[in-house]
């Protein structure tokens, strides 16, 4: 699995910025990557060093169209901790 794929999107959400203001960066990404492999393509994608890496999978939820009942899909969110003095330039708008 190549370094590009692995991260798939930023999460961008309430609880994803203040996290951000921690150091904590919140990415969706690809169900077989692990710990490891997350933080080696944190690392050679925006040329950070993280600090830690924590995974979890987020259940889909349940919905309805047109009286049919279904589900979102289940993925993979990875919060990356980077030292203090350390910022991804492109979450910051620089």
Same mark, same amino acid.
């Given at each position: 699995?190549?370094?590009?794929?692995?991260?798939? @999107?930023?999460?961008?959400? @309430?609880?994803? *910025?203040?996290?951000?203001?921690? #150091?904590?960066? /919140?990415? =969706?990404?690809?169900?077989?990557?692990?710990?490891?492999?997350?933080?080696?393509? /944190?690392?050679?994608?925006?040329? /950070?060093?993280? /600090?830690?890496?924590? $995974?979890? $999978?987020? #259940? #889909?939820?349940?919905?309805?169209?047109? *009286?049919?009942? #279904?589900?979102?899909?289940?993925?993979? =969110?990875?919060?990356?901790?980077?030292?203090?003095? @350390? =910022?991804?330039?492109?979450?910051?708008?620089?």
């Amino acid at each position: 699995m190549n370094y590009e794929s692995i991260l798939i @999107e930023p999460v961008l959400s @309430e609880k994803a *910025n203040i996290l951000r203001e921690q #150091g904590k960066y /919140v990415f =969706k990404v690809d169900p077989r990557a692990n710990k490891i492999e997350i933080k080696e393509a /944190v690392r050679r994608l925006f040329k /950070v060093h993280p /600090v830690s890496c924590t $995974v979890m $999978v987020v #259940g #889909g939820k349940p919905k309805r169209l047109r *009286n049919r009942p #279904g589900h979102t899909s289940t993925w993979k =969110k990875a919060i990356v901790r980077l030292p203090k003095e @350390e =910022k991804i330039a492109v979450f910051e708008g620089v």
